[in-house]
């Protein structure tokens, strides 16, 4: 007799995979469009999609200050967004403000403008991202408790980081075209 151990998990599936598993864009693409059809739903466990994109932002936070070019905030890592505020401009614009720990040191605020691409969401079409405020000296500073949302700087240049994030493929391409080659 022959016995053949046919076996079907979910886990081994191509077209399941577990959230945790996700890039942190994607997962906060996918909150933002449950979010913006239903401010006040909630998941499984009872967490706000708000609650939810705040926590994400703390992981987002720290992958962007691992892009800022100077070096000036290499010792930053976002230990929690303790304010957010979700805005949506247009059925795939967002803005998220608030302010975030930074590390146990003091409190920055951030203001970061998305884009979600209308034709799928693992990646932005367009993400601007804002930390931090600047002191009197250019450099950056940390606020103390109290409502840092409300000074948070006007201008990019105003900003301890502003950068403009773009997907791989785009960046590729707009690199290839500033070497004037054919995309």
């Known amino acids: 007799m022959t016995f053949c151990h046919l ?19 994607t997962r906060l693409a996918k909150c933002l469009r449950r979010w913006s059809s239903d401010p006040s739903a909630t998941e499984i466990g009872g967490q706000t999609y708000e609650q939810k994109i705040a926590l994400l932002l703390e992981w987002f936070i720290c992958e962007c200050v691992g892009h800022e070019p ?8 976002s230990d929690g ?4 505020r979700i805005s ?12 975030t720990w930074i590390g146990s040191d003091g409190l920055a605020p951030f203001d970061i403008d998305v ?7 693992r990646c932005f079409a367009n993400c601007i991202f804002r930390l931090g405020l600047l002191d009197h000296f250019g450099l950056p500073a940390l606020c103390e408790p109290g409502h840092p949302v409300e ?33």
Do not use: H
Request: with cysteine.
């Open 7 to 25: 076996e079907y998990n979910i886990c081994d599936s191509d077209w399941f995979t577990p959230e945790y598993k996700l890039p942190i864009e």
């Open 70 to 77: 100077t070096g000036k905030l290499r010792n930053w890592w």
């Open 151 to 183: 000074i948070r700087a006007r201008r990019n240049r105003d900003w301890a980081m502003a950068v403009e994030l773009t997907p791989p493929e785009e960046a590729e391409q707009c690199q290839a075209l500033k070497d004037g080659l054919r995309v």
């Open 88 to 99: 949506q401009q247009s059925r795939d614009n967002y803005n998220l403000a608030g302010v």
């Open 115 to 121: 884009k979600l691409n209308p034709e799928n969401d």
């Open 81 to 84: 967004v303790i304010e957010l």
